[in-house]
């Protein structure tokens, strides 16, 4: 399997690249509406019991949809939110998509074990850029196979080390494979979501599949956009400040 078997379709010759949205039919009328679609994030290798506790009480208060924490945090955000309808989202090979199949498989079943119900998984991104999808359609069902069918799954493409066409290649092959979402980023790399690459996605996976965007979303306005632009799910450190605006 390689690149020329899939197909790249959007004009990127337009001048005016974001007008190939499909947009979202979500409808937000305050920033306290964003709140269902936010994972409330704390991904920093520093991060405390203390900071983790605030988080988990923060998405409590404001009713974000899930916290989104390292693995090492799994358990203790399942025993901490347990009966607050938050869902707790770990990562897989974070943040560089840098390691085996096996290896992310055996990740994302421990994470679940502990208590998970939402993985967002990096892809391999070198091989990728080698053209060579039949490794990366393989790291994508290894774990996807770990994963539980109640198990919401979100691989993250790492849109900022792609080109245009390599970011509709992987949309295309994240959905082929099954996952519930597309991410954008990492918010670990050189850049995070832009509207641009939200849109782009949009088209490329139709309306019916999640796109999640993270990275640099740091306002009321810049969620906002991402929404319009197709996002069903924004991976936010600024949760609070956003739904406060």
Request: proline share 2%; net charge positive; hydrophobic share 40%.
């Amino acid at each position: 399997m390689d690149i020329d078997n899939f197909s790249f379709k959007p004009d990127l010759d337009n001048k005016n690249k974001q007008n190939f949205s499909e947009g979202c039919k979500i409808q937000i009328n305050s920033p306290t509406d964003l709140a269902p679609y936010i994972d409330h994030t704390l991904l920093k290798p520093d991060a405390t019991e203390s900071q983790i506790n605030k988080l988990c009480e923060e998405a409590i208060k404001y009713g974000f949809y899930s916290v989104c924490v390292n693995p090492v945090w799994v358990g203790y955000c399942t025993k901490k939110l347990r009966g607050n309808g938050v869902k707790v989202c770990t990562v897989v090979a974070f943040p560089l998509g840098a390691t085996n199949s096996k290896t992310k498989a055996y990740e994302a079943r421990n994470a679940i074990e502990n208590g998970a119900s939402e993985i967002d998984m990096v892809i391999n991104v070198g091989a990728l850029k080698d053209g060579d999808l039949a490794t990366v359609e393989e790291d994508l069902r290894a774990v996807l196979r770990a994963c539980r069918s109640t198990t919401t799954t979100k691989a993250i493409i790492e849109t900022c080390l792609l080109t245009d066409e390599e970011k509709v290649i992987a949309s295309q092959l994240v959905k082929k494979v099954g996952y519930d979402f597309v991410k954008t980023s990492t918010g670990f790399s050189t850049a995070g979501a832009t509207v641009y690459d939200v849109a782009l996605i949009r088209r490329t996976v139709g309306s019916k599949m999640g796109i999640k965007a993270a990275g640099g979303i740091r306002t009321f306005e810049d969620a906002l956009k991402m929404i319009k632009a197709g996002a069903t799910r924004l991976g936010c450190s600024a949760s609070v400040k956003i739904v406060n605006a």
